[in-house]
């Protein structure tokens, strides 16, 4: 697959995708957003990939945000699909089976947040700072900014983000569950490459049902979330998975997926 703007590549499981734009620290316009729904539904349909990695070149940034200049010229009606066509691109990333885990090196503000906020999994660079800074220049998050954050943080921190327009530095983003580990810089990748080992050693399909599992129960109530559950916990046992699991556990040996 040819990418202008994002590097692909497939290293013992592992689906890495690198934002490459450097030059303008790796912003999102329209064709980045594209490419990265294409970049995201090869990976999912590569069998050799079990755990997707997403990350940005360079050292400053993850993703700044949304290409300033392409959206100073956008009418209310190009703004709305520019909306649109985020939303559907980072919902993609969230529901896609496959563990997706968010390795942020430098700056994710805007559009890069809401990139980080779309994977499952945040690990980031003690230099990493976050934040939704939309309001500062008159608008606000609009590829699902404000709805992931206050499921992810809490409704008070997100609206304090939101409405503040601040960022926040990586070891306070932790603090508020916006991220789930801070590493030094130098030990970012290989931090989610281990993480990523970890997630690949159980049982694939006990992964990807959980994730979905997951998901659905948090855009519904409690009662319909325990009733996905155990549907799901019924369907793991119409796999092999289970169990070479447990015969594996009574066994003493190591799984063989």
């Known amino acids: 697959m040819e990418l202008n703007n994002f590097i692909l590549s497939v290293e013992e499981g592992i689906g890495w995708l690198k934002v490459n734009r450097p030059k303008v620290l790796n912003a999102f316009n329209t064709e980045t957003i594209l490419e990265l729904e294409k970049a995201i539904e090869s990976l999912e349909n590569d069998s050799a990939v079990k755990v997707i990695i997403v990350t940005g070149e360079g050292e400053k940034a993850f993703v700044a945000g949304a290409d300033i200049a392409e959206m100073s010229d ?7 699909a520019f909306s649109q066509t985020g939303q559907r691109v980072l919902a993609k ?14 700056f994710a503000l805007g559009g890069g947040c809401e990139l980080a906020l779309a994977c499952d999994i945040r690990i980031a660079s003690e230099k990493a700072k976050l934040g939704l800074p939309e309001v500062t220049l008159g608008i606000i998050p609009g590829f699902a900014g404000t709805q992931r954050l206050a499921r992810v943080c809490g409704a008070g921190k997100a609206k304090e983000l939101i409405f503040s327009g601040g960022m926040i530095d990586a070891a306070s983003a ?25 997630i690949m050693a159980n ?32 369907v793991c046992f119409s796999s092999g998975e289970p169990k070479e699991g447990m015969g594996a556990f009574l066994e003493k040996r190591k799984a063989e997926w």
């Open 174 to 198: 932790e603090k508020i569950g916006l991220v789930n580990k801070v590493v030094a810089p130098e030990n970012l990748l290989e931090e989610a490459k281990k993480l990523a080992g970890k």
């Open 93 to 106: 990333i969230e529901n896609v089976e496959k563990p997706v885990i968010a390795a942020i090196n430098g």
């Open 203 to 234: 049982g694939p399909l006990a992964v990807r049902i959980a994730k979905t599992v997951i998901n659905r129960g948090l855009d519904s109530n409690f009662q319909t979330g325990q009733a996905y559950e155990a549907e799901a916990f019924g």
């Open 74 to 80: 956008m009418d209310a009606v190009r703004a709305r």
